[in-house]
């Protein structure tokens, strides 16, 4: 007879939000790479465009999208080595949680270091 309960069994824990947000961050990183070639060809048919294009990379909605790269560069780069560590260490399965929050500090140890920075560089201080 069949369980009453269906569907999968997984929960949803620390080993799928590191799935999700590696590729929404792989996402958001490949998405700025592509807008970064194209307004940098842009320089080749028009440099006028090109400049007003650069200067609009100057707003406050700009500078905090960068505050968005640089994390997901951050997170996709150490959870990329945490993938590593998990797929490649014999004990790596049973530290993924672990290794995971120890994702979530370094990042935040990081991040606090680069983010008082980049906003005394936006807002001019």
Same mark, same amino acid.
């Given at each position: 007879?069949?369980?009453?309960?269906?569907?999968?069994?997984?929960?949803?824990? $620390?080993?799928?939000?590191?799935?999700?947000?590696?590729?929404?961050?792989?996402?958001?990183?490949?998405?700025?790479?592509?807008? %970064?070639?194209?307004?940098?060809?842009?320089?080749?048919?028009?440099? $006028?465009?090109? @400049? $007003?294009?650069?200067?609009?990379?100057?707003?406050?909605?700009?500078?905090?999208?960068?505050?968005?790269?640089?994390?997901?560069?951050?997170? %996709?780069?150490? @959870?990329?080595?945490?993938?590593?560590?998990?797929?490649?260490?014999?004990?790596?399965?049973?530290?993924?949680?672990?290794?995971?929050?120890?994702?979530?500090?370094?990042?935040?140890?990081?991040?606090?270091?680069?983010?008082?920075? %980049?906003?005394? %560089?936006?807002?001019?201080?």
């Amino acid at each position: 007879m069949a369980s009453a309960q269906s569907g999968t069994l997984y929960r949803g824990r $620390e080993g799928m939000w590191s799935w999700v947000a590696h590729r929404i961050s792989g996402m958001a990183i490949f998405l700025f790479l592509l807008v %970064h070639v194209l307004d940098t060809a842009l320089v080749r048919v028009s440099p $006028e465009a090109y @400049n $007003e294009v650069i200067g609009h990379y100057k707003t406050v909605v700009f500078g905090l999208g960068e505050v968005a790269l640089v994390g997901a560069v951050i997170f %996709h780069a150490l @959870n990329g080595l945490r993938i590593i560590l998990v797929d490649f260490w014999s004990k790596g399965t049973t530290h993924q949680r672990k290794l995971f929050w120890g994702v979530v500090i370094v990042w935040a140890v990081l991040m606090a270091g680069f983010l008082p920075r %980049h906003l005394m %560089h936006m807002f001019g201080a």
